[in-house]
């Protein structure tokens, strides 16, 4: 039983290290100055996918629901955290504990409407729900692109045709201009607090999947009826399930947001071409798998960016590592392969031990 | 009094009167036959008996509480549990994990104490590890607790589904064929090991069963359901000797 445990907490601790031995490798290749200016734009949003990819696993591997809707929820995040911090900027002066509060305000909007939408949905499965969720994607997409909200001495001002129709005074600061998005948004998200955002996101995932409440959703997804008969409560935990993997998509969204200056919901960054390469990510690194969704999203963000110089052949080689990738996770004969090896390694370990 | 009183219980599907004014009571401690042939209506008593569906008419006191037309989770909590014709174990969770399932409403912490790991999660899933154990070494499974419960073989599939049921903490156990599918060697030790849940849990068992072998080796008293109505009831003996019941099976 000890040994379980352990080795639950090893597998735990191997993807922390993973994550900290990146840390440390940047930070090295920064102090050196080896790191182009590209890659450093690109590690901030890293630290997202990562994020994003680790959350959607908990509504596909664990719950068992294709959700095509994810940057939906990264979209809410995204916009609420961004309007808190550019309304706050003046009275929160301490960007630290903004950025803290805006994380907690992202978190929380994405909750609320991983809990709205989740009601509806949830009662669907399988594809249903994967199409559902997908329009919900898009239709949060939409609604963003028309809001426009401005706030002068008399408060806020609220309207979904234009700035004119806000009616107002003219000293009066608008927020959010409808597609044009919001601008201004203070530049607070680092790579530092990128890390710990993924590391909190890791810790959340696996300690919830090992716990009661864990256990519970996983037995929804193996066998629904079986999980009732036992007293489980199939509704409440679909819907807590699905609503923390939005908080922390809405987590992902707050790092997004505050990484750039001016935020917009367009179709790439919001829209389902964002939610399918999410799911990419979980289906390449291993539906269930943490670990192995933090290294996909890494190795596929970081691929086409490294293979830049290759130019045409680019998106060659990187379809081709998706497939390997795919052969090297899902094929039976590859997991044989694996297995051999890592058991030779085993063995290794062993009789050097012995000697 | 009677520890399962069902009286008059009736439900319809559309225009098929599937079970109609279907009686049982059943004593404390009692290993309870329902039989009858494919198509009888005995899963559908089942299914009303646990609140997959809510019967048309009728009612069910269990331990003297009404629990008449109750979704399953109240009625799991009320004290039954069932296993399934078909088996419905969690096929991608450890063979403990399966046990520990079954436990999840005895016993409790919160999502946040096990997110954060708070002194209680540790303490109160040893507690779990230690139950769930203490279950599956009753069933002889201990060795195989950390293997997936698909993995499983078949015989073993079925004590792991009793297994958790009975981890819910039951007053009356609702066994749904767990002979099925099993050979003769396989169903004599099923038998034994349902004498032995029996008496190890001072349990009330109430047991669907096609094997007739298995249903006269065990039970003390039968019920026969043809066409979703009471055909015959009372000592097993008795039971199977009877005329209507041997026609219901055999034909003229």
């Known amino acids: 039983m000890k040994n379980r445990l352990s080795k639950q907490t090893k597998n735990n601790l191997i993807t922390y290290g993973i994550v900290v031995a990146a840390f440390i490798l940047v930070q090295i290749m920064l102090s050196m100055g080896k790191m182009s200016s590209l890659m450093q734009g690109l590690l901030v949003p890293l630290c997202t996918y990562v994020i994003l990819a680790v959350s959607l696993n908990l509504t596909v591997g664990i719950l068992g629901e294709l959700s095509l809707g994810h940057a939906g929820f990264m979209c809410v995040g995204a916009f609420a955290s961004a309007l808190f911090s550019k309304c706050t900027q003046a009275s929160i002066p301490n960007s630290g504990f903004r950025f803290f ?13 991983g809990i709205l939408i989740g009601i509806p949905v949830l009662r669907l499965k399988g594809d249903y729900l994967a199409i559902v969720t997908l329009a919900f994607g898009e239709i949060i997409k939409n609604l963003v692109n028309v809001i426009y909200l401005g706030r002068d001495s008399s408060g806020f001002h609220f309207s979904m045709k234009d700035t004119m129709s806000l009616n107002m005074e003219p000293d009066g600061e608008i927020l959010i201009k409808g597609a044009q998005g919001i601008t201004g948004t203070p530049n607070d998200s680092s790579f530092v607090i990128g890390i710990v955002l993924v590391l909190i996101t890791i810790f959340i995932i696996t300690n919830l999947i090992n716990s009661r409440t864990g256990r519970a959703v996983m037995a929804i997804r193996d066998n629904r009826i079986a999980a009732e008969s036992l007293g489980i409560n199939i509704t409440q935990y679909k819907l807590l399930a699905f609503s923390v993997s939005a908080s922390l998509a809405g987590v992902a969204g707050v790092l997004y947001a ?9 179709p790439k960054n919001f829209g389902y071409n964002m939610s399918i390469m999410i799911l990419v990510f979980v289906v390449l690194g291993g539906i269930g798998s943490i670990r192995g969704s933090v290294i ?8 086409p960016e490294l293979l830049r110089g290759l130019n045409d052949y680019r998106m060659l080689i990187y379809a081709v590592v998706l497939i390997v990738m795919m052969l090297f996770n899902w094929s039976p004969k590859a997991r044989a392969l694996r297995e051999a090896i890592a058991g030779k390694f085993r063995r290794q370990k062993k009789s050097q031990e012995e000697v | 009094m009677a520890l399962l009183e069902v009286k008059n219980l009736g439900i319809s599907f559309g225009g098929l009167r599937a079970v109609n004014n279907f009686n049982i009571e059943i004593e404390k401690g009692q290993l309870y036959g329902l039989i009858g042939p494919n198509g009888a209506g005995k899963t559908t008593v089942f299914n009303l008996l646990t609140g997959v569906y809510k019967p048309d008419e009728g009612s069910v006191f269990l331990d003297g509480e009404n629990i008449t037309g109750k979704n399953n989770i109240e009625i799991n909590k009320a004290g039954i549990a069932r296993t399934f014709q078909n088996i419905r174990l969690f096929k991608d969770m450890s063979v403990r994990d399966n046990v520990k399932a079954g436990l999840h409403n005895q016993y409790h912490y919160s999502t946040i104490e096990g997110i954060l790991r708070l002194p209680r999660y540790f303490k109160v899933e040893k507690e779990m590890n230690e ?31 009793i297994a958790r049921a009975l981890a819910t903490n039951p007053k009356l156990l609702l066994l749904d064929e767990p002979a099925a599918g099993m050979n003769p060697n396989e169903t004599k030790e099923l038998m034994d090991t349902i004498s032995f849940v029996r008496k190890h849990f001072d349990m009330t068992i109430l047991l ?6 298995l249903v006269s080796g065990i039970c003390e008293e039968l019920t026969v359901l043809n066409f979703g109505e009471v055909l015959a009831e009372g000592k097993t003996s008795e039971v199977l000797n009877n005329k209507a019941v041997i026609t219901a099976y055999l034909g003229e």
């Open chain 2, 131 to 161: 139950k769930a154990m203490e279950l599956l070494k009753v069933f002889s499974l201990e060795e195989e607790a950390e293997l997936l419960a698909a993995n499983l073989p078949y015989g073993k599939q079925r004590k792991l589904e």
């Open chain 1, 296 to 303: 996909a999203a890494v190795i596929l963000t970081l691929l």
């Open chain 2, 208 to 213: 669907i069963e096609h094997d007739m072998k």
């Open chain 1, 101 to 113: 509060l805006a994380i907690l305000v992202g978190a929380a909007a994405a909750a609320v409407f």
């Open chain 1, 258 to 266: 505050h990484n750039l200056s001016t935020l917009t919901a367009l």
